[in-house]
Nanobody, 114 residues
Framework: VQLQAYGGGLVQPGGSLRLSCAASGSIFSIDAMGWYRQAPGKQRELVASIVSGGSTNYALFVKGRFTISRDITKNGVYLQMNSLKPEDTAVYYC?????????WGEGTLVTVSS
């Protein structure tokens, strides 16, 4: 299974970015897909996830600002990020869970700075 994430970049505080991730390979039954992030010197943390039934889960620090969505036909997951803050600066990783196994993409850097 391969995950390709893209859409990161430099944005000013208050701006928006949309991250995209497409999964390919031997994909049979996805339990969940989601986004994690890791800031310099910090542990990787969950940002948002969406399970097979469509329910979503968000970290408290992004609720109301970020929206996760998916395209089942493309095995894709997306993260719309609005009202970005400097503390949102991190490498964002796409995650896929299948049969209890985590698969990770290489990550895409989001920098929020003026």
């Amino acid at each position: 299974v391969q995950l390709q994430a893209y859409g990161g970049g430099l944005v000013q505080p208050g701006g928006s970015l949309r991250l995209s991730c497409a999964a390919s390979g031997s994909i049979f039954s996805i339990d969940a897909m989601g986004w994690y992030r890791q800031a310099p010197g910090k542990q990787r943390e969950l940002v948002a996830s969406i399970v097979s039934g469509g329910s979503t889960n968000y970290a408290l620090f992004v609720k109301g600002r970020f929206t996760i969505s998916r395209d089942i036909t493309k095995n894709g997951v997306y993260l719309q990020m609005n009202s970005l803050k400097p503390e949102d600066t991190a490498v964002y990783y796409c995650n896929l869970k299948m049969y209890g196994i985590d698969y990770w993409g290489e990550g895409t850097l989001v920098t929020v700075s003026s």
